[in-house]
């Protein structure tokens, strides 16, 4: 009877050693929503849409990593990123098999209907205009949950394959969300 006893006395205070410790967090996760909510009822007071409903000040950060060559080219290339009028381009790659930029841009964003563009560009010679070798497009729409992605896109002509990270803030109130 007494080892009987002694089991259920331990068990019994492992069993409020977790309740207590299930208690702390309880109490943790609820002051973080506190936080949390409190930030989200600032970031509504001064979070401004435009007519298309994107958060003013809205920002789209792209990097360029790497891209992978379906076959060896043995020319000197980069990547043009557009969106809209907004163009950059990556640093040029001189007849390296292995290109890697890790390159980053920052668009402001107005409205999500507009396109983001890669063109895989060739340097051409002096006084030529450089030569597109091939190119893929990003609907930014899709990048609505804002969270940072790292896609894999494929080339429309099939020329290889673009590395790259796209993350859209197009919302802080979104962003915040309590849930």
């Known amino acids: 009877m007494d080892e009987f006893t002694n089991v259920f ?21 609820e002051r973080q929503r506190t936080e949390i909510a409190s930030r989200l ?25 790497e891209l992978e060559l379906n076959q060896r080219v043995i020319a000197d290339i980069y990547i043009e990123v557009a969106l809209g009028e907004n163009i950059g381009t990556t640093t040029i790659c001189r007849n390296a ?16 209907d507009i396109p983001l563009r890669f063109g895989l560009k060739q340097v051409a010679m002096q006084g030529e205009e450089d030569k597109e070798i091939d190119f893929v497009m990003v609907d930014v729409r899709k990048l609505r949950d804002q969270q940072k992605k790292e896609e894999l896109l494929e080339l429309y002509d099939g020329a290889g394959r673009l590395r790259v990270t796209l993350q859209w803030l197009h919302s802080r109130v979104t962003l915040c969300r309590v849930p």
């Open 97 to 112: 098999y292995n290109r890697s930029w890790n390159e980053t841009f920052v668009y402001d964003v107005e409205k999500d």
């Open 41 to 65: 009822d600032e970031v509504k007071k001064t979070e401004v849409m435009n007519k298309y409903g994107v958060m003013e000040g809205s920002t789209l950060t792209v990097t360029v990593m």
């Open 9 to 29: 006395f331990e068990a019994e205070a492992v069993l409020r050693s977790k309740l207590e410790s299930c208690e702390r967090l309880l109490r943790d996760y």
